[in-house]
């Protein structure tokens, strides 16, 4: 396994600037996710990192190894990556197991080498009896998981997947990912993924870079991201989140769910909570006074759409809950907050 340094990394495609200086750090043997939206330039930095695209300036490492910069690209065939584009991309002409050892004739192994490593990774990936079979012949899970194999046959330094899971119905992706992330992890490989589906790099990436017009803007823990956003942008780009308004006062910060109400002349910014932190109740205790609008039942939680009464703020806001639902549209209720407080002040 190798680390993986890409520093200031800028690509043109034509006259558009795809990546924009960008700069990512990744640990040996670590599975980092990049989440962004389609055309935040994902896909362009996975295969600049291949050597499919040549960059107009920065510089790429593998460990100690330099395979990328002005004066120096170094060949896909040369830098022993493992990558697993969004469609498997298994020849058709080829049986699994010829799709396998394609990867292993650049190198000089014997046939009866070549016969161990592909043996080895169709048990790594459960398919030992397919090797005769032809893709036309196989679902679109089990063509992942060859497609996987092959990626996999020559031990790369590193292996990119550019969202393999997305062609994938709900269940079968949320199956193939596991599985094909455990694999990934007990090799101890280093592996970069990229993906727009938030859900899909908080399960399964030890790390989250979160990706914006061709720039890394925040890199962290799951946790990290999702708890300690640097912008709002950033806190939806993992997960639902209310953006209000807000003003700060010396060291206290006030804003629609408040049950205080500052001056006019502390400082105006927003803040940012999410869902699962707004408590809502049928007691007068605590809390201000809000109606409900609307229910979205999901069965291992609910969302809660609710307007407040007694604000200038005229927007809906949502509480996530779990459990048994109790409330009803057009029912009177009781809302507050109870989690960190996340301010970003507006210029």
């Known amino acids: 396994m190798e680390s993986l340094d ?92 010829d799709n396998i050892s394609y990867a292993l004739e650049r190198e000089r192994f014997t046939k009866d080498q070549k016969r161990k490593i592909v043996h080895e990774m169709l048990e790594l990936i459960g398919l030992v009896n397919y090797g005769d079979r032809m893709p036309s012949q196989l679902s679109g899970g089990q063509q992942t998981r060859v497609a996987l194999a092959r990626a996999l046959a020559l031990e790369p330094k590193v292996v990119l997947l550019d969202e393999p899971f997305s062609a994938l119905d709900a269940t079968l992706r949320s199956e193939l990912r596991d599985e094909v992330t455990s694999l990934l992890k007990k090799r101890g490989a280093t592996t970069l993924m990229v993906t727009h589906d938030r859900e899909e790099a908080l399960v399964t990436a030890d790390m989250i870079a979160l990706m914006r017009d061709g720039k890394i803007i925040q890199h962290g823990t799951p946790a990290e991201v999702y708890s300690t956003p640097s912008t709002p942008y950033a806190a939806l780009s993992t997960g639902d989140a209310l953006v209000l308004p807000a003003r700060r006062d010396g060291g206290k910060i006030f804003h629609p769910l408040s049950s205080e109400i500052s001056s006019e002349s502390s400082e105006s910014g927003i803040v940012v909570i999410r869902p699962e932190e707004i408590v809502v109740s049928k007691s007068s205790s605590s809390g201000q006074r809000a109606v409900v609008t609307r229910v979205e039942y999901y069965g291992h ?32 209720v009781f809302v507050s907050h109870e989690g960190p407080i996340r301010w970003f002040a507006t210029t």
């Open 301 to 332: 939680d609910a969302v809660i759409e609710f307007g407040l009464i007694e604000s200038a703020y005229l927007g809906t806001l949502k509480a996530r809950i779990a459990g048994k639902v109790h409330f009803a549209p057009g029912e009177s």
């Open 6 to 97: 890409v520093n200031a990394l800028t690509v043109h495609l034509g006259e558009r600037k795809v990546l924009d200086q960008l700069s990512l750090q990744i640990d040996a043997g670590t599975f980092t996710a990049i989440l962004g939206p389609s055309g935040c330039g994902k896909t362009t930095l996975l295969r600049a990192i291949a050597g499919l695209v040549t960059p107009t300036s920065g510089a790429i490492r593998y460990g100690k190894q330099l395979v990328s910069i002005s004066s120096l690209v170094l060949p896909p065939h040369k830098r022993r990556i493992g990558y697993l584009p969004q469609e498997a991309a298994l020849f058709p002409h080829l049986t699994v197991f």
